[in-house]
């Protein structure tokens, strides 16, 4: 799903919203009661926000829906938020987005830091950066060849029969970033 709309972006740029997005991917289809117990809030308010998700096309309800048991279900796994938005309200809300899913982030590798790995996973898990010089298409050819990278494991997130019996969920997250410190200043004229 290509993220151009800034209500859209606005809908999504809130914590809890990221969070319940990620659950429904990884444990839909699912109610807001059993979500609750995921993010740590009450069931009243993962519904509200759930609903929100859905007004902007991140998720839909189920197909099983019946009577009170209504299951939330997402409507694409990937969600890409391009920063060339034209006009001033859509970039202004892809900025909002951006920060807010980099904290989101990059809280989540400081709190996984911080927590014993299982013997089983000691030594597979890394965090690596460069710093590269490429031209605009090179970074597109660095784009596509991570969502080519990824693209064999999405159908786990939404079918768990599909993973493997020691697969756990790994948080892989890459990102372009010109490196404005770095770049050559013009000469003062």
Same mark, same amino acid.
């Given at each position: ?28 289809? *699912?109610? @807001?009661? #059993?979500?609750?117990?995921?993010? $740590? ?10 609903? =929100? +998700? ?54 989540? *590798?400081? @709190?996984? #830091?911080?927590?014993?790995?299982? $013997? ?10 460069? =710093? +590269? ?57």
């Amino acid at each position: 799903m290509d993220i151009t709309d800034p209500k859209a972006m606005r809908a999504l740029a809130h914590p809890l919203r990221i969070r319940l997005l990620e659950v429904v991917a990884a444990h839909g289809p *699912i109610t @807001a009661a #059993r979500a609750s117990g995921y993010v $740590d809030e009450s069931p009243s308010n993962c519904s509200f926000h759930l609903r =929100t +998700l859905a007004q902007h096309g991140y998720i839909e309800r189920a197909s099983e829906a019946t009577g009170r048991d209504k299951p939330w279900q997402i409507t694409d796994i990937t969600q890409n938020l391009g920063r060339d938005q034209t006009g001033q309200e859509a970039q202004t809300a892809a900025v909002a987005l951006g920060e807010m899913l980099q904290t989101w982030e990059f809280e989540r *590798i400081r @709190a996984g #830091r911080r927590l014993p790995l299982p $013997d089983g996973w000691k030594g597979h898990l890394f965090e690596a950066g460069s =710093t +590269l010089f490429l031209t605009p298409e090179e970074a597109d050819a660095i784009s596509e060849s991570y969502r080519q990278l990824i693209a064999p494991y999405l159908g786990r997130i939404t079918d768990p029969a599909q993973r493997p019996a020691d697969a756990a969920p790994v948080r892989v997250f890459m990102a372009t970033t010109l490196a404005h410190d770095l770049m050559a200043k013009e000469a003062d004229s």
